[in-house]
């Protein structure tokens, strides 16, 4: 898989592995967070893990649009996101438009035209799942060129493990 990758982006996918190993707090998670962006050609990241049933949710906003981000907390829109529903059954890496053909219900198309009101369109999302305690995390982006193709996708798989790791550091701190 390392041999698919640019030199440019071998390094920095290590820079960002390194930076999720040694950030300590939420400051320095964002920042990884906008490392992880800057790398996939994204405008927007945001992170978030729950428990299996969503009866606990936490988030770190890398980037998303603030008002987005204080809605989608308020009213606990991560209930009705299309993107969470499809992690909650398969944690993947996976391109928004796939989800969109997915979860083509009226409920899903009006959270997708909710969003796209900021500019969230088109997207990138990584679920991975903690065995530990059975919590979901997912790693988001979004905007930018929007292009999120296969290896946009390969990078965010290298680098979803190795988030989540720094994540579930935080949630301990």
């Known amino acids: 898989m390392i041999n698919s990758f ?3 982006e071998i390094v920095g996918i290590m820079e960002t592995i390194e930076a999720a190993h040694y950030c300590a707090n939420e400051a320095g998670f964002k920042a990884v967070l906008q490392k992880a962006a ?10 978030g893990v729950g428990s299996s049933n969503l009866s606990r949710v936490s988030s770190v906003n ?7 981000f204080d809605a989608y907390v308020a009213e606990r829109l991560y ?3 299309p993107v969470v529903r499809y992690q909650m059954n398969f944690p993947s890496t996976v391109n928004w438009r796939n989800i969109s ?4 219900d009226e409920e899903s198309r009006a959270f997708f035209a909710r969003a796209s009101a900021y500019g969230l369109v088109n997207g990138l999302s990584s679920g991975v799942y903690n065995h530990a305690d059975g ?3 997912i790693f988001s982006f979004a905007g930018g060129s929007g292009r999120f193709d296969a290896r946009n996708k390969k990078i965010l798989e290298t680098i979803a493990p190795h988030l989540n790791i720094a994540l579930s550091r935080l949630r301990t701190i």
């Open 6 to 8: 640019s030199k440019t």
């Open 38 to 47: 800057y790398l996939l050609d994204a405008q927007y990241s945001v992170c």
């Open 62 to 68: 890398g980037s998303y649009p603030k008002e987005w």
């Open 79 to 81: 209930l009705y996101d």
């Open 101 to 104: 053909r997915h979860c083509a």
């Open 135 to 137: 919590a979901l995390s």
